[in-house]
């Protein structure tokens, strides 16, 4: 890939210059920006941005449009450093770029990423800085549907996918109180880049869900900020048609991981047993009541008092442990944040963390 920097000399540091009270950590911040066919859109982005941001990456991920050489022409700003991806990865191929282009950098604290087309208002990037830079979040993620009439201006298929896609992206990632999922507006400490295993991340449309399942792994405390997403001419190049039976599985794949890895590999609670006992009684249940009715439907006999209770006991008891793990699950959301813990100085860069 190539690598093009308009200026050597960065403009000083701003609204995050000073060390969080209590903390005394300094936070520099930098911005990634991946386009692809963003042509139309990306300069108007880049002039939106404040001075708070040190460093902005701008990551052209085989834009057919030449995004990339628009910004490298037509942008003045010293703070931009184009990145030119040789192939199309997809935009969790190009946001990685990102990340690996800052931390090899060496002088950013926290990472932005936003996109390119001007869904993504810029004058929000302090909102998404503050919980990490205040030491109350590892990561932070946008939220279209606290506003709801801001959701008035989300077409109607768009909501109903998100809704799907956020429920399903609950049971996968374990942060329950986390929704939109697919919102790529995000900021991530360095230190927790630095720990991710950047290389087994989806890196399609998948990626902030699959960065969600990732981070549980490691217990990083996340946060949503309250957004609302700007809808003009741009047209998403994801189709939740065309993504759902994928996401499907994927978000199946995701559960079955976390919940062995958390639950039997790392530690052992009340919650690993629940699990398995509540799914089999629930099928034991299940099945020989459904058994027994079609038998005795067959014979056109009723079926005993007895084997009914017998039947229904199981599926009851099952139920409620599974509930019950459930409710175990949703208060183990991680609340400490795992950043203010950690030194770039002693971690392994893209560290193996996760199965």
Same mark, same amino acid.
Request: charged share 20%; aromatic share 10%.
């Given at each position: 890939?190539?690598?093009?920097?308009?200026?050597?000399?960065?403009? /000083?540091?701003?609204?995050?210059?000073?060390?969080?009270?209590?903390?005394?950590? @300094?936070?520099?911040?930098?911005?990634?920006?991946?386009?692809?066919?963003?042509?139309?859109?990306?300069?108007?982005?880049?002039?939106?941005?404040?001075?708070?941001?040190?460093?902005?990456?701008?990551?052209?991920?085989?834009?057919?449009?030449?995004?990339?050489?628009?910004?490298?022409?037509?942008?003045?700003?010293?703070?931009?450093?184009?990145?030119?991806?040789?192939?199309?990865?997809?935009?969790?191929?190009?946001?990685?770029?990102?990340?690996?282009?800052?931390?090899? =950098?060496? +002088?950013?604290?926290?990472?932005?990423?936003?996109?390119? +087309?001007?869904?993504? +208002?810029?004058?929000?990037?302090?909102? #998404? !800085?503050?919980?990490?830079?205040?030491?109350?979040?590892?990561?932070?993620?946008?939220?279209?549907?606290?506003?709801?009439?801001?959701?008035?201006?989300?077409?109607?298929?768009?909501?109903?996918? $998100?809704?799907?896609?956020?429920?399903? $992206?609950? !049971?996968?990632?374990?942060? @329950?109180?986390? #929704?939109?999922?697919?919102?790529?507006?995000?900021?991530?400490?360095?230190?927790?880049?630095?720990?991710? /295993?950047?290389?087994?991340?989806?890196?399609?449309?998948?990626?902030?869900?699959?960065?969600?399942?990732?981070?549980?792994?490691?217990?990083?405390?996340? @946060? =949503?900020?309250?957004?609302?997403?700007?809808?003009?001419?741009?047209?998403?190049?994801?189709?939740?048609?065309?993504?759902?039976?994928?996401? #499907?599985?994927?978000?199946?794949?995701?559960?079955?991981?976390?919940?062995?890895?958390?639950?039997?590999?790392?530690?052992?609670?009340?919650?690993?047993?629940?699990?398995?006992?509540?799914?089999?009684?629930?099928?034991?249940?299940?099945?020989?009541?459904?058994?027994?009715?079609?038998?005795?439907?067959?014979? $056109?006999?009723?079926?005993?008092?007895?084997?009914?209770?017998?039947?229904?006991?199981?599926?009851?008891?099952?139920?409620?442990?599974?509930?019950?793990?459930?409710?175990?699950?949703?208060?183990?959301?991680?609340?400490?944040?795992?950043?203010?813990?950690?030194?770039?100085?002693?971690?392994? /860069?893209?560290?193996?963390?996760?199965?």
């Amino acid at each position: 890939m190539n690598h093009t920097d308009h200026a050597a000399v960065l403009p /000083p540091l701003h609204a995050f210059d000073a060390p969080p009270q209590g903390r005394g950590a @300094w936070q520099r911040v930098a911005v990634v920006i991946p386009v692809f066919r963003a042509a139309r859109h990306i300069l108007g982005v880049l002039a939106e941005i404040g001075p708070e941001v040190r460093r902005i990456y701008v990551i052209d991920d085989a834009c057919p449009e030449g995004s990339g050489a628009l910004v490298q022409k037509h942008c003045a700003d010293p703070r931009v450093r184009v990145v030119l991806r040789e192939a199309n990865g997809g935009v969790g191929a190009a946001v990685i770029t990102g990340y690996e282009a800052a931390l090899a =950098d060496g +002088d950013v604290d926290i990472i932005v990423k936003l996109d390119g +087309d001007g869904q993504m +208002d810029p004058s929000l990037i302090a909102d #998404f !800085v503050a919980p990490i830079a205040r030491g109350d979040a590892d990561y932070t993620k946008g939220n279209r549907f606290f506003d709801l009439e801001g959701l008035q201006q989300m077409p109607g298929l768009r909501l109903f996918g $998100n809704a799907m896609l956020s429920l399903m $992206n609950k !049971v996968s990632s374990g942060y @329950w109180d986390i #929704f939109d999922p697919t919102n790529g507006y995000t900021a991530v400490h360095a230190n927790i880049v630095r720990r991710l /295993p950047l290389a087994k991340i989806s890196q399609r449309y998948f990626f902030e869900s699959d960065m969600l399942f990732r981070l549980n792994v490691m217990r990083a405390v996340v @946060w =949503d900020v309250p957004m609302r997403a700007r809808y003009g001419d741009e047209q998403s190049n994801l189709k939740v048609s065309r993504v759902a039976g994928e996401f #499907f599985v994927k978000h199946l794949r995701n559960t079955a991981k976390r919940i062995f890895y958390n639950y039997y590999l790392r530690d052992v609670s009340v919650a690993s047993f629940e699990l398995p006992l509540g799914l089999l009684l629930t099928l034991f249940g299940g099945c020989f009541g459904g058994y027994h009715w079609l038998h005795n439907a067959a014979l $056109n006999v009723a079926t005993p008092v007895g084997t009914v209770m017998l039947a229904t006991l199981p599926i009851l008891v099952g139920l409620q442990l599974l509930l019950a793990f459930a409710n175990y699950d949703i208060g183990a959301v991680p609340r400490r944040p795992l950043h203010l813990s950690m030194s770039a100085g002693r971690q392994e /860069p893209h560290r193996n963390t996760s199965p």
